[in-house]
């Protein structure tokens, strides 16, 4: 796999090097994400790949893009092969919405931050979930139900 940037689009995309090389290493089960408060199963799909949209995705596109809480659970009987890729902006950037998704009918949700003091943040944060994202929610009064 490898990552390349779309043609029309600059932004980057995912692709196999070879169309008949799966990307999933294998198709055990074991990845879960949680959903109204319940971790559900996540059931591999033959020549397929799973992206986790992570918190700071979500806070670029404004929550367009959500992320989601997950995890893996091993199998006693068969491996369960993964990979993980991460893609982090620098440390002297900035995260926060994207402007051209803030109007005034789309406020922005999130707050904008030091990459720097973002990572501090979370790297120091209690483990409890998703937590460190709504430290970064604006309270806007209409998005309560966000």
Known sequence: MSA????????????????????????????????DGMWMRVKPLPNAFVVNIGDILEIVTNGIY???????????VKE???????YSPRLEGNIGPAPSLITSESPALFK?????????????????????????RIQNEEHKGY
């Not at 779309?6 to 949680?34: F, K, T, V, Y």
């Not at 030091?114 to 430290?135: M, N, T």
Request: proline letters at 5%.
């Open 4 to 35: 390349t940037r779309a043609c029309d689009w600059h932004q980057p995309s995912l692709r196999c090097r070879r169309p008949n090389n799966p990307p999933q290493l294998n198709e055990m089960e074991g990845l879960q994400i949680r959903k």
């Open 112 to 136: 904008r931050i030091g990459v720097a003091d973002y990572v501090r943040g979370f790297l120091s944060r209690k483990l409890d979930g998703k937590s460190y994202i709504d430290v970064m």
């Open 66 to 76: 959500r992320s989601i809480e997950h995890r893996a659970t091993v199998n006693s």
């Open 80 to 86: 369960r092969l993964s990979m993980a890729t991460f």
